[in-house]
């Protein structure tokens, strides 16, 4: 059996020094696969000492040898992706395509981050006052730290330490303990790509590792990703600190479907966006908005493409696999017992299911609840599963009031034929990432992603311009050099002349 241990300063750890350990599970099979060692505040200041020490060098290696650096990453990544899809299918539970295609959106990033010297530039403005010029630099913080759930354990660290290392920062990264693997591979291909040692560092843990880089003067900045409470705890914890911090947090995205919809293609996203990687997705629509008079419709078609759905391990081209922890299955299966229970229809149970997989996985089937109301809690709650509920609304206007009545705003998506009812929710609605006729709304890389109102505490979202931004801090020069009109002594408040 394996033990992941820590990558600090470009080497894995033969043998880790905590005493705390997590268990890797495949959930597929239910077998515990190996283990991960939990850093102390002890360990995770090693690996911040190391990334302080690195900074100085890299923060000032030039542009042109850090985006040779980052291509060498990419081209590794690009040639080697199988065997991280491999790994994540086995951590994680998704089926491998999925695996593929969450490597893909963070290869994305990688590839726009080789961009950096363009996106870095500053502005310049010659003669701003006489023989005065004036110029903006961008420069790195320092150390960056980034914190990332089990449900993308290649992507979401990808959303931010390409942009963070290409602006010259240095990194600890502390990866989910349910599938922490993926993350030492890629710490392993940066070294090969060229990375100067400790410019990335990888720290497993739960939440005394979390607070200890919360805490740590030396982290200059703090990327999360996870559910609600904890991001709102790692933005309040880290800003009282001092650092700037982006905590993305859990959500509840909505597809509202107008009665003009072509219903074919919408039940198709909805089932698509509902139960791929088991509903486990941030971006996953969990709440079908049907107006009333196509809703029997969309429900009779959203079931018969379910039906044809095959559940099981995600090496045997199923496509739908488990739940990542027999924990979270329960705690799922929990919520459709709620929802019954409540008085919601319930169209399709996940409860029975026979997965083809060997052993004893943690799986559920698709479920589909309709006549959902508000009150429940299948509707209230963040279910993370592949659970869909159908709730039934008169028209747009109550569609659009529901969602925005939602204390998450991470996506949504409308689904219908009419330009300006869809131009009018793109207008109105308050969420972060928007669809129209898409149902998961996954920014490219060049914009940015992140959610509104509970689904992100901070203002600045993950990569594209705004990744840039959080991970640099602006400098303003102001410079005259002298000639025979040098002006003399003047006390006054500058002036411009
Ligand atoms: P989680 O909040 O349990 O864990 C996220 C990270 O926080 C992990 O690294 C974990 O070790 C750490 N953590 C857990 N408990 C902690 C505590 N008490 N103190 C300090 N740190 C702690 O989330 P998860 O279950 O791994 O991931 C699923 C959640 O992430 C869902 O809510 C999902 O919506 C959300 N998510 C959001 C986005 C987004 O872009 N907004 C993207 C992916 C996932």
Redesign the pocket.
């Known amino acids: 059996m394996q033990t992941v241990t820590h990558w600090i300063n470009g080497t894995q750890a033969e043998q880790a020094a905590d005493s705390r350990f997590g268990e890797i599970t495949n959930p597929a099979t239910g077998k515990v696969s190996g283990r991960v060692a939990f850093a102390s505040t002890a360990t995770v200041g090693e690996a911040v000492s190391a990334a302080a020490a690195a900074f100085p060098a890299w923060r000032d290696t030039s542009l042109a040898r850090r985006v040779q650096i980052l291509f060498n990453f990419r081209e590794l990544l690009n040639a080697r992706k199988g065997e991280l899809a491999a790994i994540i299918t086995a951590e994680h539970g998704k089926v491998l395509d999925d695996a593929f295609g969450e490597i893909s959106r963070g290869q994305e990033i990688v590839e726009f981050a080789c961009g950096i010297p363009h996106i870095l530039k500053g502005g310049y403005t010659e003669n701003a006052s006489t023989k005065v010029d004036v110029h903006s630099i961008r420069q790195p913080l320092g150390v960056a730290a980034v914190?990332?759930?089990?449900?993308?354990p290649a992507m979401?660290p990808m959303?931010f330490f390409p942009m963070a290392i290409a602006s010259g920062n240095t990194v600890v990264l502390?990866?989910?303990?349910?599938d922490p693997t993926a993350a030492n591979w890629m710490a392993e291909l940066w070294h090969e790509a060229g990375l100067p040692a400790g410019v990335f560092n990888v720290v497993h843990?739960?939440?005394e590792?979390?607070?200890a880089l919360?805490d740590h003067p030396e982290i200059k900045s703090v990327s999360?990703?996870?559910?609600?409470?904890?991001?709102k705890?790692?933005y309040e914890r880290g800003t009282a600190h001092g650092k700037r911090v982006q905590a993305?947090?859990?959500?509840k995205n909505h597809m509202l479907v107008l009665p003009d919809a072509d219903l074919d293609l919408a039940a198709d996203a909805a089932v698509n966006a509902g139960f791929g990687a088991a509903g486990?997705?941030?971006?996953a629509i969990s709440a079908i908005v049907a107006v009333e008079s196509v809703a029997d419709e969309l429900v009779a078609k959203i079931a018969e493409r379910t039906r044809t759905l095959r559940v099981g391990d995600g090496m045997r081209g199923c496509d739908m696999g488990p739940l990542?922890t027999a924990a979270?299955r329960d705690r799922v299966a929990g919520y459709i017992d709620a929802g019954e229970a409540a008085g919601a229809s319930l169209v399709l149970d996940g409860r029975h299911v026979s997965p083809d997989a060997e052993g004893d996985g943690f799986f559920l089937n698709p479920t589909l609840f309709d006549h959902v109301t508000p009150e429940m809690s299948i509707y209230t709650d963040?279910i993370?599963g592949p659970v869909l509920s159908v709730v039934r609304v008169p028209g747009y206007d109550e569609g659009l009031q529901l969602i925005n009545d939602n204390p998450y705003g991470?996506g949504t998506a409308i689904f219908t034929n009419d330009g300006g009812a869809a131009r009018r929710f793109e207008n109105e609605v308050q969420v972060g990432m928007v669809g129209i006729n898409v149902p998961i709304p996954v920014p490219m890389a060049y914009y940015s992603?992140?959610?509104w109102k509970n689904?992100?505490f901070g203002d600045t979202h993950?990569h594209g311009a705004e990744g840039v931004h959080f991970f640099t801090r602006g400098k303003v020069v102001t410079s005259r050099w002298l000639d025979p009109s040098h002006g003399g002594i003047n006390l006054g408040f500058p002036q411009n002349a």
């Not at 502390?174 to 349910?178: A, I």
């Open positions: 914190i990332s759930p089990f449900n993308f979401v959303w502390k990866p989910s303990e349910k843990g739960d939440k590792a979390v607070d919360l999360f990703v996870g559910s609600t409470p904890i991001a705890y790692v993305l947090g859990g959500a486990e997705r941030c971006m990542v979270h963040e993370f991470n992603f992140g959610g689904s992100l993950a």
